[in-house]
């Protein structure tokens, strides 16, 4: 039998730079909050836990923390080293502000303000690709535009794009709902995408969108990386006998990947550890396929093929 990893799995830039931050924060002795769990994956937040780190899972939590001094809201090593020398040859009294690191989904634009107001140091993990559709959603907004997200309400993405909107703003995930969405007479529209989002569905829905006639603009926000790691998952489900999905249960692309290895290959498992690997194989399986979620460490993706290797 054979095992295969799909082409592109694993951590993806963003998703690695996040978790980087986070490793290397721990390195400073610091009090270290992240807003929302850094990443959706559990293993990868049980490991920061254990290190220290606390997870703020609510506005009111983040309102809740201690006041940091003056000028502590200015993150990075150029404040660090210069609030040292200016204090070299003394014992400073100040209370040490704690650090909030902000989670590569990315937050609404009023999380930062209650960081400034509160002098806390924040440091911010938002995946470079997530932040320019917030900019550009920001940027639409304000052009009186109505923005409209394809992908999935609640999702903490989703819900750090809306907070940087200035007007009316929809969330539509299926073409069930692009079918219902109705503009006022007039009304322009900008269209982006969750990054993790389903290619093949958005590109459904933007069809939708597109046949009302609305005037505005397209703008295919979907992570290359996601593309490529859903593209992949497909060429390689199509072929194999079995395919094991890992990743986190709230990992938004994870789901994707599943929900498309599932329409290939009927023997599609979907884990998010070692544990969970209580398959029982088909006999005839040949071809057993792997691939991960953006959010799942290199390691675990490893043991996966390892065991399968070795027990069946």
């Not at 990315?106 to 002098?119: A, D, F, R, S």
């Not at 998952?233 to 290895?261: F, P, Q």
Request: glycine share 8%; net charge negative.
């Amino acid at each position: 039998m054979e095992v295969r990893l799909a082409e592109y799995t694993g951590f993806c830039f963003g998703v690695k730079r996040a978790v980087d931050t986070v490793y290397e924060q721990i390195k400073n002795g610091k009090t270290i909050y992240t807003y929302g769990p850094i990443v959706n994956n559990e293993e990868v937040v049980k490991d920061l836990a254990e290190k220290g780190v606390r997870v703020l899972e609510s506005k009111e939590e983040l309102m809740a923390l201690p006041e940091g001094t003056p000028g502590a809201e200015r993150a990075g090593a150029e404040t660090a080293e210069a609030d040292a020398q200016a204090h070299a040859g003394e014992k400073s009294q100040r209370r040490e502000a704690a650090s909030v690191i902000i989670r590569a989904h990315g937050v609404p634009e009023e999380i930062y303000g209650i960081l400034k107001e509160k002098n806390l140091e924040c440091i911010d993990a938002t995946c470079p690709f997530v932040r320019r559709i917030q900019k550009k959603a920001e940027e639409e907004s304000r052009n009186g535009r109505h923005v409209v997200i394809v992908g999935n309400a609640g999702h903490p993405e989703v819900e750090g794009i809306i907070g940087w909107c200035r007007g009316p703003v929809t969330v539509i995930k299926s073409e069930e709902e692009a079918r219902k969405f109705a503009l006022p007479r007039g009304q322009e529209m900008c269209v982006v995408a969750q990054t993790t989002f389903n290619y093949n569905k958005f590109q459904g829905i933007v069809e939708i969108l597109e046949e009302k006639g609305y005037n505005g603009s397209v703008v295919n926000t979907i992570c290359n990386a996601t593309e490529e790691r859903q593209r992949s998952a497909r060429v390689l489900a199509a072929e194999a006998d079995v395919m094991i999905v890992i990743g986190g249960k709230h990992s938004s692309n994870t789901r994707r990947l599943y929900e498309i290895c599932s329409e290939e290959c009927a023997h599609t498992y979907f884990i998010q550890t070692l544990d969970d690997l209580c398959l029982e194989l088909p006999k005839t399986a040949r071809l057993v396929g792997i691939t991960a979620g953006a959010s799942t460490p290199n390691k675990l993706i490893e043991e996966v093929q390892k065991n399968v290797r070795i027990n069946f």
